[in-house]
């Protein structure tokens, strides 16, 4: 094997091996709610109208106190949001709510790939202070049942930040689950923020490296038995 063959197989496989070890691309993803049309009393949407940006919402009824056993049961959900078109937004013109129908007051997200952290702003208007929360939930074996696996907790009154910051970080640990809950009346919030676990890179990087390597190979091969580049028979 020349020199040149040796150099050229360490550099490929060095490069694609690194980048192979190397970690994914983590995408920061923010919903503001503002590519849609809403009144100022709020308009109802499909759970879905915000998919393409890697999350759907569904409203619902969830328990005012954590149960001890931090697992807790969701009803009565239904595949919309309200979006409120006002001043009690933090990025104008819009935030959301959950429909308030039938007591549905909480909002449910579902995100098409898990993520490491989420945050949402609670809503702009002057108010008594009511307790809400940010939960990131793991959906058990039973139909709309989840375990609460991070918890941050505020109160709808706060109107800058940090105190109007509703935030988890799991660091490692991802999650695809995470429910905006009320205690009270109906509340909302703007700015929801995730990030998403990095999409491995690996298996692409493994075929370039095998056929770079079976191509490199063959060729050295060649040379070792005398036969040229071109594949024609020297004794000719």
């Not at 915000?50 to 009565?76: E, H, M, W, Y």
């Not at 008594?128 to 009154?157: C, Y």
């Amino acid at each position: 094997m020349g020199t040149n063959e040796k150099s050229v197989i360490i550099c490929v496989i060095s490069f694609i091996c690194g980048a192979w070890a190397g970690p994914g691309r983590a995408d920061v993803v923010l919903v503001n709610f503002d590519n849609v049309s809403a009144v100022e009393t709020g308009t109802l949407y499909p759970g879905t109208t915000f998919s393409n940006q890697g999350v759907s919402f569904a409203s619902c009824i969830s328990p005012s106190t954590l149960p001890s056993s931090s697992n807790l049961t969701l009803s009565g959900a239904r595949d919309e949001i309200k979006v409120n078109g006002n001043a009690n937004c933090i990025s104008s013109p819009n935030f959301i709510t959950a429909t308030t129908t039938v007591g549905t007051n909480d909002i449910l997200m579902s995100f098409a790939v898990p993520i490491f952290s989420i945050q949402v702003t609670t809503d702009d208007p002057v108010e008594s202070g009511d307790l809400v929360r940010l939960l990131a939930l793991e959906p058990t074996e039973n139909p709309w049942e989840f375990t609460v696996i991070g918890i941050a907790e505020g109160f709808d009154d706060a109107t800058t930040s940090p105190a109007n910051l509703l935030a988890i970080d799991l660091g490692n640990k991802s999650f695809s689950f995470a429910l905006f809950q009320v205690t009270t009346e109906s509340e909302g919030f703007d700015d929801l923020i995730f990030e998403t676990v990095p999409e491995a890179g690996g298996t692409w990087l493994s075929i370039v490296l095998m056929a770079t390597t079976a191509a490199l190979g063959s060729r050295i091969r060649r040379r070792a038995a005398g036969v040229p580049p071109d594949g024609s028979d020297c004794s000719q």
